[in-house]
């Protein structure tokens, strides 16, 4: 079974950078998308961005031009730089594996997601 794990959240403040890392273990070939949703508190958790094994990326336009999403295979570890970052960015910070299939259309929809991390918080002032 795939288990993920996120680290490096913490406080910035606003136009500020930070990093976050998800180790993953029980890789498997069938893992084949991997993704970083975020949740504030009272709010839907949120798709914002996506990366499947090629290295193809996509991006919700909140975070589009400011955040990158990268992965690397071999080490099974899965990264969130961001940057010119704003107080509408603090949340829960969560990495998300999918087995192949579906519709890139849906890709950020966390309905879509086998795995998660427990989070990590990014509080932004």
């Known amino acids: 079974d795939v288990q993920l794990v996120e680290s490096g959240g913490g406080s910035v403040q606003a136009g500020g950078s930070l990093s976050l890392s998800c180790a993953v273990s029980g890789y498997t070939q069938s893992t084949y998308v991997m993704a970083w949703f975020r949740q504030a508190p009272g709010r839907e958790r949120e798709g914002i961005a996506y990366?499947?094994?090629?290295?193809?990326?996509s991006y919700a336009d909140t975070v589009k031009g400011r955040f990158t999403i990268s992965r690397d295979n071999a080490k099974n570890t899965l990264d969130l730089q961001m940057s010119s970052l704003k107080p509408e960015d603090t949340a829960m910070y969560y990495c998300?594996?999918?087995?192949?299939?579906?519709?890139?259309?849906?890709?950020?929809?966390?309905?879509?997601?086998?795995?998660w991390g427990q989070g990590t918080q990014v509080t932004v002032s």
């Open positions: 990366i499947e094994f090629d290295g193809s990326t």
């Open positions: 998300a594996a999918k087995t192949f299939g579906g519709s890139r259309s849906r890709y950020l929809q966390a309905d879509e997601y086998n795995y």
